[in-house]
Structures are given as structure tokens and as C-alpha cells.
């Protein structure tokens, strides 16, 4: 009798640890890595423009509308507060209907007269029905009108002290890492999802920010203990245009160089080889956020997925996108619809944009406007929909290699290749460190790739003469001296990537001299180049990517195989060395075709 309890017991208490354990599982929330990329409209906000109430209060002019009137209402801005205080909001003024259904509510708090002060009773007809609440510097950030002014007294009327002031008079209107963009999204700031009250993202995962190469910077440094959930930590003072990158002020804009793509190359795959994150979330800018993606998809060895996202507008502007795309890719990563049966991510990186579900090779921004984006190569690219309403389905999954059983991936490079410099007029190759000791991309070693593109009626004569192509000659130059790791692509004919004879002749030189050319069709090309025009020359094909893309593959190739074995005299090189370049290029078309 006392084994049976016992062993009941023991029953008992297992099931109890099971149940327990389940229900732990079901309450922890995967967690996402979010990080922030050059110029991204969608971590950027609005101009701060100092309110008339402030304006008032100090005897400043006011703020006019367009059409010389003082405006009705002050913009309101997302700002904390800094004691608690207490307010009464007037009743149904939550919306325009609210008094239409007034028997469906309870009873006010009080009443407000018409000095304001508060009663529990109405005394009057003209007392104001009023709800009684706190507000408190814990409840997160409130929509309030801006009162700051610059330091000599003087409002401020946009970015700068006054219109193309130095840096050093100007704010910065993008934001240092996402964490704002998501909290000020689960308060509700830019609108609610329908049918939940607020707290759509961290309701669902939580998330780690990474600031990769931001669009905004610390000029002054940060000190702050780094805490969970947040991007910052101990930051030293940074510098626009080597730290972060921004392209507002429009007349401080800055661009990142060929090392900062080492940057976010190592900083991400360093990331996502913990097995931490269920997903990560890339932003950037619009007009570039193609290429960084496509190159993602191609160096970073991850199961899980890769997002990213984009903006058309910025936030705090009537209907800002931004942070409904964010929303998407969060939604997108914990669905799982990217997974195959054995969990890897079967889509590569995707961008999420408009509700749409694009694949990394084929999305190209065509339009400064929501929904301006399209898939290229005229063969799907647009995977699947984000299903609002409803889940993400997807629709397609793409052939072409990404992350994990990706050919260049990072994991899979060499940590050295050769490369070509020409020393004292003879063509040697070079061995040239790629990977630092770690594993990680050296920055100044990442390949440089030039785009050539020629149009129609271009020829000086019939006879063209390769040195006539001065651009390139000068490039090919510059390569020998500067670029050991150096290539061309080259956007002729769609699809069949052909350029004048003067350019090609020029290229073919580029060649001999190691520099691998790829032929891509010109602008958004419907078909694939085809090899068989370059099966006799020493060319690439480029498939169906862009020009764009293609410069991005080109730059893992050469990371993976190095530079082309030079000629002796690249002009005219001999049927030996004409072979040997041909068996070169054999694994550079590998990767174009199935990449």
C-alpha cells in the first residue's frame, strides 16, 4: 500500500514537471538580433520644430502654415516626462462617435468647470465630464508639444541652426539604433495593429540592437551601463562618415567605403553563429539595402533567417511604413513559413516591404514610394505575402544557393588568395590576406569592382582601339598599382550583356591582366545572358542578375578564388594563357549560375 502512494506520488510530481516545463516553453520568447545600417529613411524621424506654445511663452514669432496662417494645432512629439502629473481628459473625446453610444459607458471620475477645477458632481450645465488619471515618467513616452529653442534663444525651424550650417550647429534626425523605432511603435505612436492594445512587438519576442554602421552617431560619446533590450552601451565619441552614416542634413551626407562592408559582414555573422537569435532583422536605406542584402545572402554561413527592411518615409510622417515593415519581418521570423522540415531557413535573406516577401537576388527598388519595389530577372523573385489579414504565406521557394549552402559563404573562404599587381612592368601575382586570424574579413583587403556601362552609338570608328577607352585603361592602371583583388562588370545589350567592340576590347585586356569581367543585360534585363557568347572569350555571364548584384557576387568570387592568372603581355596573350584564364573563369560561371 505505501509503494503504491509512493509510486503515485511519484507520478504526480512527474507529470507536474512536465506540465511545468511545458508551460515555461510556451512563455519564453524567441529572441531577434536588430541591426541598423547606413542611411535608413526608416530610422529617421521628422524635424523638430519648436512649438508655438514655446514660441508664445518666450515671444518668439510664430510658426506659420504654407499659407501664411498660424496653424490651429502645435505637432506633437514623442517625449517623456520627467514628474508625475495629473490630468483630466475630457470624456468621449477618445472618438467622434463615443457620445453617439454614451449608454454603453460608466460614469465619469468628476467634472471640470468651466475655471477647471474638478468636482465628483456636476454643479452646472457647462461642467465638463472629465476621466482623473496620473501620469508618471515610467508610463513610456507621451505625444507633447516641443519646447526646446537653440542656445542663443532662437526656435529652432528645422535640422540646423540655419540652412547648411556646419555639423557642429546641426542636430541629427536619425536615430542611433532601432530601439526607439520599436519602442515608440509598441506605444502606439505611429498607430495600433487592429485588434491589440498596444505592445505589438515585445509582446511577441525580444529583441538585441546592434549598431553595424548606423545612420546615427554619438558625437559627444555615451556613457551608459549596457541593459538588456537596448543598443547602447559605453560608446566613444564618433565621427560622421567613418562611425555612423546619414544622408540629412542633406549637405552632411556621408557614404560608407569598401572596408565598412568587412563591418557588417563579421559583425552579423559573428552574431548569428550563436544559436541565441531566431532571426535578424537588417534596415537601411532604401536605394541601397538591395546590395548589402544580396551580399548577406551570400557571405553569412546562419539556418535562420535574414530580413530586411526599408522605408519610404520617415517616421512621425503621416502614414510612415517604416515600422508596419518591421512588424512584418517580426511576424515573418516567428511563423517559421522560411523553414524547411529540418528547420534550416529555406528562403535565404528576404526583404519584407508593403506586405510582400521578396527574395534578396531578385528585390530592386524601382520608386521613391511604397510598394516601389520590384523583382528582376523576369523569373518570380516576390516569395510570398505577409497575409494581412491572415499569416505570411509563401508562394515560391528559390533554387539559387544563400547563407548556410552558400559557395562563398564566410565560413567557407580561404583565409588568403592571389591576387595581380604589375611591378616593375612585369605581372605578378600576389598573395593577399583576406581573413584575419579570427575568421573575419580584413577591410582593406575587400575586393574592388567597377561597373562599366556603354550605350548604343558609342564607336569613334570602325576599327575601335582599345586605348581609346581611357576610362577603363585607367582604371586597369590604378588596379595594377593599388587593387590586387579587382574586377569589372559590365551592363551592355538585355539580355545578352554585349558592349561596343571598343569597351569589350579594353575589357578583354582587364582579363589577361587578372581582373574578372562579368556581362550583365542592361537596367532590370527579363532574360538571362547567355554563356554562349562568352565561351570564346574570357568572360563571366552574368545570368539574370543586375549590374548591381553582379558586382556584389563578383566581390565573394574573388574572395574565394582570387584574382585571374595574369599574361605575360595582356594584350596579346597566348593560346596558353588564353586557356588557362578560361579554366579560371569555369569556377567563377559555377557560382553565377547557381548563386
Known amino acids: 500500500m505505501l509503494k503504491a502512494t509512493i509510486l503515485r506520488l511519484i507520478v504526480i510530481l512527474y507529470v507536474m514537471i512536465l506540465v511545468s516545463t511545458s508551460l515555461k516553453a510556451e512563455t519564453v520568447k524567441p529572441r531577434i538580433a536588430v541591426f541598423s545600417g547606413t542611411s535608413a529613411t526608416i530610422q529617421n524621424?521628422?524635424?523638430?520644430?519648436?512649438?508655438?506654445?514655446?514660441?508664445?511663452?518666450?515671444?518668439?514669432?510664430?510658426?506659420?502654415?504654407?499659407?501664411?496662417?498660424?496653424?490651429?494645432?502645435?505637432?506633437?512629439?514623442?517625449?517623456?516626462?520627467?514628474?508625475?502629473?495629473?490630468?483630466?481628459?475630457?470624456?468621449?473625446?477618445?472618438?467622434?462617435?463615443?457620445?453617439?453610444?454614451?449608454?454603453?459607458?460608466?460614469?465619469?471620475?468628476?467634472?471640470?468647470?468651466?475655471?477647471?477645477?474638478?468636482?465628483?458632481?456636476?454643479?452646472?450645465?457647462?461642467?465638463?465630464?472629465?476621466?482623473?488619471?496620473?501620469?508618471?515618467?515610467?508610463?513610456?513616452?507621451?505625444?507633447?508639444?516641443?519646447?526646446?529653442?537653440?542656445?542663443?534663444?532662437?526656435?529652432?525651424?528645422?535640422?540646423?541652426?540655419?540652412?547648411?550650417?556646419?555639423?557642429?550647429?546641426?542636430?541629427?534626425?536619425?536615430?542611433?539604433?532601432?530601439?526607439?523605432?520599436?519602442?515608440?511603435?509598441?506605444?502606439?505612436?505611429?498607430?495600433?495593429?487592429?485588434?491589440?492594445?498596444?505592445?505589438?512587438?515585445?509582446?511577441?519576442?525580444?529583441?538585441?540592437?546592434?549598431?553595424?554602421?548606423?545612420?546615427?552617431?554619438?558625437?559627444?560619446?555615451?556613457?551608459?551601463?549596457?541593459?538588456?533590450?537596448?543598443?547602447?552601451?559605453?560608446?566613444?565619441?564618433?565621427?560622421?562618415?567613418?562611425?555612423?552614416?546619414?544622408?540629412?542634413?542633406?549637405?552632411?551626407?556621408?557614404?560608407?567605403?569598401?572596408?565598412?562592408?568587412?563591418?557588417?559582414?563579421?559583425?552579423?555573422?559573428?552574431?548569428?553563429?550563436?544559436?541565441?537569435?531566431?532571426?535578424?532583422?537588417?534596415?537601411?536605406?532604401?536605394?541601397?539595402?538591395?546590395?548589402?542584402?544580396?551580399?548577406?545572402?551570400?557571405?553569412?554561413?546562419?539556418?535562420?533567417?535574414?530580413?530586411?527592411?526599408?522605408?519610404?518615409?520617415?517616421?512621425?510622417?503621416?502614414?510612415a511604413d517604416g515600422p508596419q515593415n518591421i512588424v512584418d519581418s517580426v511576424d515573418y521570423i516567428i511563423s517559421k513559413v522560411w523553414s524547411d522540415s529540418q528547420g534550416n531557413n529555406n528562403l535565404g535573406a528576404v526583404l519584407i516591404q508593403d506586405e510582400q516577401i521578396f527574395a534578396a537576388r531578385q528585390v530592386q527598388k524601382s520608386d521613391a514610394r511604397p510598394g516601389g519595389y520590384i523583382a528582376t530577372g523576369d523569373h518570380g523573385g516576390i516569395l510570398g505575402t505577409m497575409g494581412v489579414p491572415g499569416r505570411p504565406r509563401i508562394y515560391f521557394n528559390p533554387e539559387m544557393q544563400h547563407t548556410w549552402n552558400s559557395d562563398v559563404r564566410l565560413t567557407s573562404l580561404p583565409s588568403s588568395v592571389n591576387g595581380v599587381l604589375l611591378q616593375n612592368g612585369v605581372y605578378k601575382q600576389t598573395n593577399v590576406r583576406t581573413k584575419d586570424k579570427e575568421g573575419f574579413l580584413i577591410g582593406e583587403n575587400i575586393p574592388r569592382v567597377f561597373i562599366v556601362k556603354s550605350g548604343y552609338f558609342s564607336q569613334d570608328s570602325t576599327s575601335p582601339n582599345p586605348e581609346d577607352e581611357v576610362d577603363i585603361v585607367a582604371r586597369i592602371e590604378k588596379n595594377l598599382t593599388q587593387n590586387p583583388l579587382a574586377g569589372f562588370v559590365a551592363e551592355g545589350l538585355s539580355p545578352y550583356g554585349l558592349l561596343s567592340r571598343g569597351p569589350e576590347s579594353a575589357l578583354q585586356i582587364a582579363v589577361f591582366s587578372g581582373m574578372p569581367v562579368v556581362f550583365t543585360g542592361r537596367g532590370n534585363a527579363g532574360g538571362a545572358t547567355p554563356t554562349i557568347y562568352f565561351s570564346r572569350r574570357p568572360a563571366i555571364a552574368g545570368n539574370n542578375l543586375t549590374a548591381t548584384k553582379a558586382r556584389m557576387l563578383l566581390k565573394a568570387c574573388l574572395l574565394k578564388f582570387g584574382s585571374l592568372p595574369p599574361a605575360q603581355d595582356p594584350k596579346n596573350p597566348t593560346a596558353a594563357e588564353h586557356k588557362m584564364v578560361q579554366n579560371a573563369i569555369a569556377k567563377y560561371q559555377t557560382i553565377f549560375d547557381s548563386h
Open 45 to 319: 524621424s521628422a524635424p523638430l520644430f519648436t512649438s508655438n506654445k514655446a514660441r508664445m511663452l518666450h515671444g518668439l514669432p510664430l510658426l506659420k502654415t504654407p499659407d501664411g496662417n498660424t496653424p490651429k494645432y502645435d505637432l506633437l512629439v514623442p517625449q517623456r516626462l520627467a514628474a508625475e502629473v495629473e490630468v483630466f481628459i475630457e470624456a468621449f473625446s477618445g472618438h467622434p462617435l463615443e457620445n453617439d453610444a454614451a449608454e454603453l459607458y460608466g460614469p465619469p471620475d468628476g467634472y471640470v468647470d468651466v475655471i477647471g477645477n474638478f468636482h465628483t458632481n456636476r454643479n452646472t450645465p457647462t461642467d465638463k465630464p472629465v476621466y482623473r488619471v496620473t501620469l508618471k515618467p515610467d508610463d513610456g513616452l507621451y505625444l507633447l508639444p516641443y519646447m526646446a529653442r537653440q542656445v542663443d534663444g532662437n526656435p529652432w525651424d528645422g535640422y540646423c541652426a540655419y540652412p547648411r550650417a556646419p555639423a557642429e550647429q546641426c542636430r541629427q534626425p536619425f536615430f542611433p539604433d532601432a530601439s526607439r523605432i520599436f519602442e515608440e511603435t509598441d506605444r502606439g505612436i505611429y498607430g495600433v495593429s487592429d485588434n491589440q492594445p498596444g505592445h505589438i512587438l515585445y509582446s511577441k519576442a525580444k529583441f538585441d540592437f546592434y549598431r553595424v554602421l548606423p545612420s546615427g552617431g554619438y558625437k559627444q560619446g555615451l556613457n551608459e551601463k549596457k541593459r538588456t533590450d537596448t543598443g547602447t552601451g559605453n560608446i566613444k565619441p564618433e565621427k560622421m562618415g567613418e562611425d555612423f552614416f546619414a544622408y540629412r542634413p542633406a549637405h552632411l551626407r556621408a557614404s560608407p567605403g569598401y572596408k565598412d562592408l568587412a563591418t557588417v559582414t563579421n559583425v552579423v555573422q559573428q552574431t548569428m553563429t550563436s544559436d541565441d537569435y531566431l532571426g535578424a532583422i537588417w534596415l537601411e536605406g532604401s536605394p541601397t539595402v538591395e546590395d548589402t542584402l544580396y551580399w548577406l545572402n551570400l557571405l553569412i554561413d546562419t539556418e535562420a533567417p535574414i530580413v530586411a527592411n526599408a522605408a519610404q518615409r520617415p517616421n512621425r510622417t503621416v502614414s
